[in-house]
Structures are given as structure tokens and as C-alpha cells.
């Protein structure tokens, strides 16, 4: 999902095209069961903004996998407006994937409580600068459709021009990396049907999809129908 760690620059580049050209090669021979979203070299912006275009109108992958932390920045830091700009210019979905932005390895901790905390803090920081992006939130979206109230707070109390909700609602997916019914109606009475799409965290150790199945099987828009709208 992502090659950061990789401190040669030009490495991380060529092991970025031959991970994007190797997705590609999959959907195109498999395009009744498979799509992809690309990786980015983000250690280098200009690599990033090439590799974007290619990675969508050549290669024709359907959006990109991007981590909450890259070297403990965020996309929503200073360094990526102008990938963020281009990104926003070509409209296809990100998912922001939680990754050690403040814990530095990949632990139990992580997993349980920093993962939800990375990717709200991630996607407040992307409110707060009113980026037009199409982002998918994994694992239920973090802390942010459970604690919407003090979201809220950014415009009630920190005079905001963005609506928060409203701006949620326009711009964030959710998938259903939920393990309890209660928060999977919960998800769906705060944000609506029709932004939920079916994740598994499939192949790590928390995968549980017999459980998501089970819990969203009702729900045919969020099996199916989002996501090829998206």
C-alpha cells in the first residue's frame, strides 16, 4: 500500500511503477472481479504528480492508497499541496489507510486505538483545509462519525467557514471494518446508506469477513452498488 520507508528516492519510484503496472496487468485480465487503487512514491511530490497521471490514464486504475502518515507528515501537510491540487483535479477516490504516523511500529496499540486516531486526525486536518477530495475511511472512518459532535466544534467554537457534517457527508466513504451491529447502524443512521462500502481488512490478522458479511448482507448498496458508483 505504500513504499515511504524506502529512503532511495529513485528506488521507491521504480518499485512504485512496477507495483502499479502489476495491479493493472491484474484488472485488465481479470476486469470482471478485480480493480485497483495505485501507490505513490510520496517521498518525492513531482514523482508523486507523474506517477498520479500515469497511474489513471494510462494504466487505468481506479484511485489510489495513500497512508495517514508518511514519515510523520500527512497528505494535508504543507509539502503535498501540490499533489493534493492535482489529485483533486483528476477526482478519483483515496483511501487513507492508517500507518504509524505517531507510534512508529505496527503493535497491538496500533492496531486497537492509534489506527482510529490516525485516520481522524488525518481526515480533521483535511476538513480544515476544505480540500475537494474523494476520501474512503477505513475501519468505520476512525473516531469521527462517533464523536461528530465535537467535531462540530471546529465552526461552532473555532469559527470555521466549512460545515463539518455537511462537508462529510459531500466528501468521506466509510467501509463497514466494524465488528458490533450496533456500530454498523450507528455508521449508517449518522452518515447515510449511501456513503458505506464493504471492506474486509483482508489478509491481516483482524479480518473477520464472514462477521462483515454477516453484518452488512441486508444492505445490498453497501455489498455492491457505492463502491461501483464511487
Known amino acids: 500500500p505504500w513504499t515511504y520507508f524506502i529512503k532511495d528516492v529513485k528506488e521507491e519510484v521504480r518499485i512504485v511503477k512496477e507495483c ?20 505513490l512514491p510520496l517521498n518525492d511530490v513531482n514523482a508523486s504528480i507523474e506517477e498520479a497521471e500515469r497511474a489513471i ?29 492535482f489529485l483533486e ?10 500507518g504509524t504516523l505517531f507510534t512508529g511500529n505496527e503493535d497491538i496499540i496500533s492496531v486497537i486505538a492509534s489506527f482510529p486516531y490516525e485516520t481522524t486526525y488525518v481526515l480533521v486536518k483535511i476538513i480544515l483545509k476544505g480540500y475537494n477530495l474523494k476520501i474512503i475511511a477505513p475501519h468505520g472512518g476512525g473516531f469521527l462519525p462517533y ?4 467535531i462540530n466544534l471546529l465552526k461552532e467554537h473555532f469559527k470555521i467557514s ?12 466509510f467501509d463497514t471494518v466494524l465488528y458490533r ?23 491481516f490478522i483482524i479480518s473477520n469477513i ?12 453497501v455489498l455492491t452498488n457505492n463502491a461501483i458508483r464511487l
Do not use: C, M
Open 57 to 85: 490514464k494510462e494504466l487505468g486504475l481506479l484511485g489510489f492508497v495513500i497512508g495517514t502518515g508518511i514519515n510523520s507528515k500527512t497528505i494535508a501537510d504543507e509539502e503535498f499541496t501540490e499533489l493534493v491540487k
Open 181 to 203: 451491529e450496533e456500530e454498523i447502524n450507528f455508521l449508517i443512521s449518522t452518515v447515510g446508506i449511501n456513503k458505506i462500502v464493504f471492506g474486509t481488512d483482508h489478509p
Open 89 to 98: 483535479k483528476l477526482g478519483k477516490p483515496i483511501l487513507l489507510h492508517p
Open 162 to 173: 466549512i460545515n463539518p457534517k455537511d462537508f462529510i457527508i459531500q466528501h468521506f466513504y
Open 210 to 221: 464472514e462477521k462483515f458479511l454477516a453484518l452488512t448482507k441486508k444492505f445490498s448498496n
Open 20 to 39: 502499479n503496472n502489476e495491479l493493472a496487468s491484474i484488472s485488465e485480465r481479470f476486469p470482471d472481479n478485480f480493480g485497483a487503487f495505485a501507490t
Open 147 to 150: 464523536q461528530l459532535g465535537r
